[in-house]
C-alpha cells in the first residue's frame, strides 16, 4: 500500500487539483487529504470548495483542522442556497495564476455544479492542472463505466475543462469488502480506457490494510483515513 505522498507524485508537476465526481463519491475526503498532504511538504496550499449546493465547508471542525495546519480555506459565500453567484471566490483566480500556491478544488458533482468551476477556466494553466475523476461504483448514478463516461462528458462540458486522470473509490463506508473495491477497480480500469486516461489509483480506508491484500493487478492502492467525522463518501 502507498502513502499518500507517493500517490501525489503521479501527478507530476500539477500545481492545480481538481477534484470531481457524483455526490457520494468521496471527492470532498480526499480533496482535503491531498491538501493536507501538500500543506506537510512545505506547500502554500488553497483549498478551495466550489460545490454550491453540497458545501463541505460548512462543517465548521473540517475547517479549524485545515487553517490551524496552514491551509487556506476559501468556500462560496452562498453555498447551500438557490443563489447564483455571478463572480465566485476573486482569491481562487489569483491563486490560480500566482506560481507560488498550490490549488485544490473539490467541484460539484454533476453538470450544474461544475459549472461555476467554467468560470475560471481563463485564470487555469492546462500544463499545471491535474483534473481528477473521482468514481464509486456504489453510487447509483455511476454503477458502471458507461453511466461514468457520461457523466464525465457533462462535467468536462459545463466546466471547459478536461479531466487528466481517473481515481477509484468505490466503497460501502463500513460495509466495504475487497471484493466491492475490485469490483470497483475493473470498472474503473474500463473506464479509463474508454477515456484514454489513467487510472492513478485505487483509494480505500486505512482499516482495509491487511496482510491478505489481494494483488491490485498493477493498479496502485493508496490507503486515506478520514477527516474527523466527515464521511469518506
Known amino acids: 500500500m502507498e502513502q499518500t ?16 465526481g457524483h455526490y457520494g463519491s468521496g ?3 480526499i480533496s482535503v487529504q ?19 449546493v453540497n458545501a463541505f465547508f460548512r462543517s ?17 459565500l452562498f453555498a ?12 481562487v483566480s489569483t491563486a490560480m495564476r500566482g506560481p507560488a500556491m498550490h490549488v ?11 459549472r461555476v468551476l467554467g468560470r475560471y477556466h481563463r485564470d487555469i494553466e492546462k500544463e499545471e492542472l491535474a483534473m481528477v475523476f473521482v468514481f464509486n461504483a456504489s453510487r447509483p448514478m455511476t454503477r458502471n463505466a458507461e453511466a461514468a463516461a457520461i457523466l464525465m462528458d457533462e462535467i468536462e462540458c459545463a466546466s471547459r475543462q478536461r479531466f487528466t486522470h481517473i481515481l477509484n473509490n468505490t466503497h460501502l463506508l463500513g460495509e466495504t469488502t475487497w471484493e466491492i473495491i475490485r469490483g470497483g477497480e475493473r470498472e474503473a480500469g474500463r473506464l479509463a480506457e ?8 485505487s483509494v480505500m480506508e486505512e482499516s482495509l490494510q491487511t496482510a491478505d491484500i489481494p494483488s491490485g493487478e498493477g493498479i496502485p492502492r493508496v ?3 478520514r477527516t474527523l467525522g466527515v464521511s469518506f463518501g
Open 104 to 114: 485544490v478544488l473539490d467541484v460539484g458533482g454533476d453538470g450544474d455544479g461544475a
Open 194 to 201: 474508454m477515456k484514454g486516461l489513467p487510472l492513478a489509483a
Open 34 to 52: 491531498f491538501a493536507r498532504v501538500l500543506a506537510a511538504s512545505g506547500k502554500k496550499v488553497l483549498m478551495a470548495d466550489m460545490d454550491i
Open 27 to 29: 471527492k470532498s475526503e
Open 80 to 91: 447551500n442556497t438557490n443563489v447564483d453567484v455571478p463572480a465566485l471566490l476573486p482569491e
Open 223 to 225: 490507503a486515506l483515513r
Open 5 to 20: 505522498a507517493n500517490w501525489l507524485e503521479r501527478f507530476g508537476t500539477a500545481r492545480l487539483f481538481i477534484f470531481a
Open 60 to 76: 465548521l471542525d473540517a475547517r479549524m483542522l485545515l487553517e490551524q495546519e496552514g491551509i487556506r480555506v476559501a468556500a462560496p
